[in-house]
């Protein structure tokens, strides 16, 4: 008989247990309940009612169900097993580059390339070894030697397909200390290969050079024939009367030689130190073509050419500089009546143009320029013909300075010449 109580007196046991552990668990909510009641009873409500309430709730309370499953929380990862792939941030910052752009691993693979480098060498699929597009060693040394040592390379490199360009590559590990903290580790190392498009900067590093080169032997001829001319009077000729008028004419002309030579020179300086000024001057043309054919007259008598203009009615205005204005039609109507004086005619047109342009043409009726010449004429000391140019006493900068005025008048210069039928300059504002 004790034996079958035993196991009911501790059933009860264990259900008082959990009774008075559900009880602490629920102390606060049981305390409000009792609270809300005990201001309930002092209101003068009927207590037993109250009573009654409260023990509902009270039970309903105790009564929950306490055996759901808890939800588990996820496990913190551990510091180890964070993994930083910088891939797209720095794949989005690439893609905004102006400038060709290879983002490459460890093994010389590409990442990714931006639009700037799809235009420049095409687009190439990622996963792809680097010298699937760019085969030159000297390029392939420069990676491998980056990402052996982690320090950054550059070489200068050039590409002749599908035009002559020149890049300054440079190579150097990305570097993302910064962009992730000590818990976390990078999924691999990677390293940016640019492209600098240094192409204009040799183009004018050769302009410069050529200048020097082309006004030294500007300046040598004239200057040797001066220094032979004084010799020859200084000794065979010294009592030459003769030889004394006719070398001192030649002396005289390759004087004056040098002296435009020069005075081309320092116009073209001081365009080129104004040319980012636009001039604001309201200048009528009319009476500016009017002013340079009157000067020119006495060349054209000379020439056997005759000057024709053929001018609109009322005022023709642009914005310009009187001065600089003259010079571009002086050297054009000039070179006009030099060049083209077989044809004994040189017509100049104004015209206001469609799109409220404004056009000067000058005409000639000459022997022509050969079409590979035309792109290449207003390149300093550039002739069609180095002895034609000289026996007309013309010092190569012509047309040079008209296109840094006209560049500066925001203005162009075409010109359409066919070989023996003339040439045609306008100028269009």
């Known amino acids: 008989m004790g034996k079958s109580v035993e196991p009911v007196e501790g059933k009860w046991r264990e259900r008082l247990k959990a009774m008075a552990a559900r009880m602490r668990r629920e102390r606060p909510l049981l305390l409000l309940l009792a609270l809300v009641a005990l201001i309930a009873i002092v209101a003068d409500t009927d207590w037993l009612a109250v009573l009654v309430v409260w023990l509902v709730l009270s039970l309903s309370v105790l009564g929950r169900r306490t055996d759901l499953p808890e939800v ?8 180890e097993q964070l993994v930083f792939d910088p891939l ?3 794949a989005a910052t690439l893609g905004a580059l ?12 590409v990442l990714f390339q931006n639009k700037a480098a799809e235009r420049a060498f095409g687009a190439l699929a990622v996963g792809s070894h680097l010298s699937a597009r760019l085969r030159s060693p000297g390029i392939l040394d420069m990676v491998r030697e980056t990402i052996t040592t982690e ?4 070489i200068e490199h050039s590409e002749r397909l599908p035009s002559e360009r020149v890049y300054m590559l440079r190579v150097a590990p990305v570097d993302l200390s910064q962009a992730i903290n000590g818990s976390q580790a990078l999924k691999e190392k990677l390293y940016l290969l640019s492209f600098r498009d240094i192409s204009e900067l040799r183009r004018i590093d050769r302009m410069r050079s050529d200048f020097v080169a082309n006004a030294s032997h500007e300046l040598r001829t004239p200057l040797a024939s001066l220094r032979g001319f004084i010799e020859t009077l200084q000794g065979p000729a010294r009592s030459d009367a003769a030889a004394h008028e006719r070398f001192l004419g030649i002396m005289f002309d390759q004087a004056t030689r040098m002296s435009r030579l020069v005075d081309d020179l320092m116009s073209l300086s001081r365009l080129e130190l104004k040319s980012h000024i636009a001039p ?7 009476p500016l073509i009017g002013h340079v054919r009157d000067a020119l007259l006495p060349l054209a008598d000379d020439l056997g050419v005759e000057i024709r203009t053929h001018l609109p009615e009322g005022k023709v205005e642009v914005l310009g500089d009187r001065d600089e204005l003259v010079q571009v039609f002086e050297n054009l109507i000039e070179n006009a009546c030099k060049y083209g004086q077989e044809g004994k005619f040189v017509d100049v047109y104004l015209k206001n143009a469609p799109s409220d342009a404004v056009e000067v043409t000058v005409v000639d009726q000459g022997p022509g320029i050969p079409a590979e010449h035309v792109p290449r004429l207003t390149e300093r000391f550039y002739r069609v013909s180095v002895a034609d140019s000289r026996s007309k006493k013309g010092t190569g900068l012509g047309l040079a300075i008209v296109k840094h005025i006209l560049t500066r008048h925001r203005a162009r210069l075409i010109v359409k010449s066919e070989v023996g039928k003339g040439s045609k300059f306008t100028v269009r504002f």
Not at 98 to 109: V, W
């Open 151 to 154: 320090e950054p390379n550059q």
């Open 88 to 90: 797209p941030q720095v």
């Open 98 to 109: 102006d400038i060709p752009a290879f983002l490459l691993n460890s093994e010389a693979t």
């Open 72 to 79: 588990e929380e996820p496990p913190i990862p551990q510091p």
């Open 280 to 286: 604001d001057q309201t200048i009528d043309l009319k």
